[in-house]
């Protein structure tokens, strides 16, 4: 029986000094966001009160949408983003074996079967091999920006629009992410973004934003959010009820006033300073660093062998190395109706096998990042 088991795995690896949980830094200035938080219990508007309609066109501005909804989790983005679209029963959505298990939950519990295509050396989907994956049944193709590094979006388009696919891009790891030098949003039918509390916008709890710049896709999902409501006395349709807390939206807007900037840039430095000194150990792969790609490194991740080794030497050392994650998605329990095996996608199950994450954020320091490099190199001495 599933149990809770985020206590213990809170308490397993909050014991390390140099740490992929950043909270207590991120959150210290708290009562400033309580002050927010007061003037929403103040004015008891905690079901899509004003602070919700405030937050979504900041977001959407940010991320290059006309239109965002603030919804319950990244997941719940997702999910209502394929039932805005009418995909379901006997539809197919294309997608990447590796990624969070929301993805690929998503589009089971909306109905529809996941079709997955193997990845690229970015760890995203490999876009040159869509195409062979679509049938009559395809509706939509699902690309992960996975660890915030974009996909490769003019291709997929392409492909979209050849096929009369919608795209709907998993951005759970992107905010503020630019491909081509445009916000990542733009480049999809719908985005959906996550603010679980280790993202990099993260909020008191969970909460997601679908970005859109259709209207209809907009006013779709504003509706089947909250229950399908027109007004307070008439249903449209049975719907949903997955709507951003009042309080988590004005939580977000702190950060998105304060903060969203530095967190992003601070990212994107360390991950370069990491890149400079890891790239010449020759049993380190790193993603290739596309220019036209702007990563916000919600992880910095890469392929490292011998990595359980590795990583045992450095959670020794205080390093808070985690892989993200051992078990591509057609190989998990829950997929085994699916009948896929080991070797269907070798990509993906490589870097499931090599993979390793090391603390990026904002809050890790000079001498933090050298420990890190250090270590690395003394193991692979």
Same mark, same amino acid.
């Given at each position: 029986m599933a149990n809770n088991f985020y206590p213990d795995q809170y308490d397993k690896t909050g014991v390390y000094p140099i740490n992929h949980n950043y909270l207590?830094?991120?959150f210290a200035d708290k009562d400033v966001m309580l002050e927010r938080i007061a003037e929403v219990v103040r004015k008891g508007d905690f079901t899509l009160g004003a602070a919700v309609d405030k937050f979504e066109e900041d977001f959407a501005a940010r991320n290059g949408g006309e239109y965002a909804i603030g919804v319950g989790s990244g997941t719940d983005a997702l999910f209502l983003s394929l039932k805005a679209l009418g995909i379901g029963v006997d539809d197919e959505v294309i997608t990447t074996p590796f990624t969070f298990f929301a993805t690929v939950g998503a589009i089971v519990t909306a =109905?529809?079967?996941?079709?997955?295509?193997?990845?690229?050396?970015?760890? !995203?989907?490999?876009? +040159?091999? $869509?195409?062979a994956a679509i049938t009559d049944k395809t509706k939509a193709i699902m690309p992960v920006h996975w660890a915030g590094i974009p996909c490769n979006m003019d291709k997929i388009n392409d492909i979209a629009k050849r096929h009369d696919l919608k795209v709907i891009a998993d951005a759970c790891h992107a905010i503020q992410a630019k491909y081509k030098g445009e916000k990542i949003a733009q480049w999809a039918d719908i985005?959906?973004?996550?603010?679980h509390p280790l993202k990099n916008l993260n909020v008191w709890g969970d909460g997601g934003v679908v970005?859109?710049?259709?209207?209809?896709?907009?006013?779709?999902?504003?509706?089947?959010?909250?229950? =399908?409501?027109?007004?307070?006395?008439?249903?449209?349709?049975?719907?949903? !009820?997955?709507?951003? +807390?009042? $309080?988590?939206?004005?939580?977000?807007q702190y950060l998105l006033d304060e903060k969203i900037d530095n967190i992003t840039t601070q990212r994107q430095v360390n991950a370069a300073y990491l890149d400079e000194k890891l790239s010449s150990i020759s049993e380190i792969t790193l993603p290739p660093r596309d220019a036209e790609k702007s990563s916000v490194f919600h992880l910095y991740m890469g392929k490292f062998q011998r990595r359980d080794e590795l990583q045992a030497f450095l959670q020794?050392?205080?390093?808070d190395a985690k892989v993200h994650y051992p078990i591509p998605m057609h190989l998990q329990p829950a997929a085994q109706a699916m009948g896929h095996k080991v070797g269907d996608f070798p990509e993906a199950e490589h870097l499931a096998n090599n993979c390793l994450s090391l603390p990026v954020h904002e809050f890790i320091e000079q001498d933090a990042l050298d420990h890190m490099v250090e270590a690395i190199q003394e193991f692979y001495k």
């Open positions: 207590p830094q991120q =109905g529809a079967t996941p079709v997955f295509v193997d990845i690229s050396t970015d760890h !995203n989907i490999d876009a +040159d091999l $869509i195409e985005s959906c973004f996550s603010m970005v859109t710049n259709s209207k209809s896709i907009n006013d779709k999902l504003s509706l089947i959010r909250n229950h =399908g409501l027109l007004d307070r006395d008439h249903c449209a349709e049975w719907a949903y !009820n997955s709507r951003l +807390d009042t $309080i988590q939206a004005a939580v977000g020794q050392k205080g390093i």
